[in-house]
């Protein structure tokens, strides 16, 4: 079973940003029914291709864990003998949920502005079940604003008499967001096939609204849509039904709304993440260091990009929660990341505001969001520690800007970001501390914004660089 997407604005390559999987690389990842692998056909600055295929494992399917597949009735051999690994089925919605997790979530850590381009794409599934024939897909994919191109499948090329079978060669060619197209495979493959496998949670209709936000509600097959992918359990249908024809309105209306205040809360605040990563790996690369420190590293974000950086010989996350650095050290372990970048990081427990003789003799230094959890009795403490005695040759050091979070419509006013926030600094007040421990303990300081930089009320979140006089 196999799809591919192909972008072709240039430089078309910036899909392996997008599907977050590198151009030059076949990757495999197991999956509860199969393997699914990711390569690239082609892939040059004008055209470039990512394969998706699918290996099914028809005789798992039926013994395996991997159960809910309704058979039918066929008798034993039907069990064994069936199209699962040859169309594109819901499986292949699985494995796009799985496998482009971040592209579907309309995520990219690189470029995260990328994510909201409209690109030339199209999509190929060369095997796609249709029951409702040609008309029944283009009434699915045109109002999307798709050109489809359908070629009937015989059903045995060698006995053209046998007439058509119900699969089709489809193409789908449109401008939208790779996140759409997506996501409109997300919900519509499953819609054309008869067999929907896996087993039908509760949140199965939760799924349907969010891969369906923003383009289901006004579809004109929504209900069939909505049908055909909840076929198994109408009750999950009524309520699919009901939140999709919204005939109480109003609530459907205050639902929708609060659900994008959340979810554009939380976009918005993983965008800012990655945007801070980028920003802060850019700065400490920049300055070439051999020792890099995270302060404060957390479960270790900052650590796996900073990883990606050969040049960098010894990475080392401090952070005084242990529950932190376990997760971080489950994610960064040699079984993920490999023996040899493994081998470059290091964990180590304890607390910035006390001298650590383990801390000295690093190049650059990242203390990201860390500060601000620190009681400010503390805050001279940690100056001293980390600019006196560990005196990293660079150190980026990134905290909220208090003053931005009136643009936050779904924080309460007066209130901060996260609740271990013992303070947060306006610009001014980041400025003065900065401009004070840097001329204490002779550093130079710039300062840069991180997020967009509001013309009244600055950047969400403020950076200062640190260099040390004479590094
Ligand atoms: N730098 C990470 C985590 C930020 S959250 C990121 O940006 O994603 C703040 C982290 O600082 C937490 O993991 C917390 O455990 C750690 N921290 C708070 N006070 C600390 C202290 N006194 N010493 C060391 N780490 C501390």
Redesign the pocket.
């Known amino acids: 079973m196999l799809l591919t997407i192909t972008n072709t604005r240039h430089p078309a390559t910036h899909l392996g940003y997008l599907l977050a999987k590198h151009p030059e690389r076949v990757q495999s990842f197991d999956l509860s029914f199969g393997k699914a692998h990711v390569f690239y056909p082609e892939a040059a600055p004008d055209c470039c291709t990512a394969a998706l295929l699918l290996d099914v494992d028809p005789v798992g399917l039926v013994r395996g864990p991997a159960s809910g597949f309704g058979t039918r009735g066929g008798g034993p051999l039907a069990n064994y003998v069936n199209d699962r690994p040859y169309v594109a089925s819901s499986f292949l919605s699985v494995a796009l949920a799985e496998v482009y997790r971040s592209a579907l979530g309309g995520r990219c850590r690189e470029h995260p502005e990328l994510a909201e381009e409209r690109l030339p794409l199209s999509a190929h599934l060369p095997v796609l079940p249709c029951r409702g024939g040609e008309g029944f897909l283009r009434q699915l994919f045109e109002p999307l604003g798709y050109q489809l191109h359908a070629e009937p499948l015989p059903l045995d090329e060698t006995r053209p008499e046998w007439g058509r079978s119900v699969y089709f060669s489809v193409t789908l060619e449109g401008e939208c967001r790779l996140q759409d197209l997506l996501s409109h495979l997300y919900v519509l493959i499953p819609v054309l096939d008869r067999d929907k496998h896996y087993w039908m949670a509760p949140d199965e209709v939760d799924k349907l609204f969010r891969h369906g936000e923003g383009w289901l509600h006004t579809h004109p097959l929504r209900e069939e849509i909505g049908r055909r992918y909840l076929f198994r359990r109408p009750s999950l249908l009524r309520e699919a039904l009901a939140r999709l024809t919204a005939d109480d309105a109003g609530a459907a209306e205050e639902r929708e709304e609060r659900q994008d205040a959340e979810e554009q809360a939380g976009e918005r605040a993983l965008r800012l993440?990655d945007l801070?990563?980028q920003a802060?790996a850019q700065v400490i690369r920049a300055a070439q260091p051999r020792k890099v420190l995270?302060?404060?590293?957390?479960?270790?974000?900052?650590l796996r990009e900073l990883l990606r950086d050969a040049q960098i010989e010894q990475l080392t996350g401090?952070?005084?929660?242990i529950?932190?650095l376990e997760i971080a050290q489950s994610r960064l372990r040699p079984e993920r990341i490999g023996n040899a970048a493994a081998q470059r990081v290091q964990f180590l427990h304890?607390?910035?505001?006390y001298r650590d003789s383990r801390l000295e003799g690093y190049d650059a230094a990242?203390?990201?969001?860390?500060v601000e959890?620190?009681d400010p009795p503390?805050l001279h403490s940690?100056a001293r520690v980390l600019f006196e005695h560990a005196r990293p040759g660079l150190v980026a050091l990134?905290t909220p800007n208090a003053e931005h979070n009136v643009r936050w419509p779904a924080l309460p006013a007066g209130r901060f970001r996260?609740r271990?926030h013992r303070f947060e600094w306006t610009r001014a007040e980041f400025r003065a501390w900065s401009d004070d421990v840097a001329a204490r303990f002779g550093y130079a300081v710039s300062y840069e914004p991180i997020g967009a930089d509001d013309p009244e009320v600055g950047p969400p979140t403020q950076m200062a660089v640190f260099r040390k006089a004479g590094a």
């Open positions: 993440n801070r990563i802060v995270d302060l404060g590293c957390g479960e270790g974000r900052l401090v952070d005084v929660s529950r932190a304890g607390a910035l505001n990242a203390v990201m969001e860390v959890h620190l503390r940690f990134t996260h271990d």
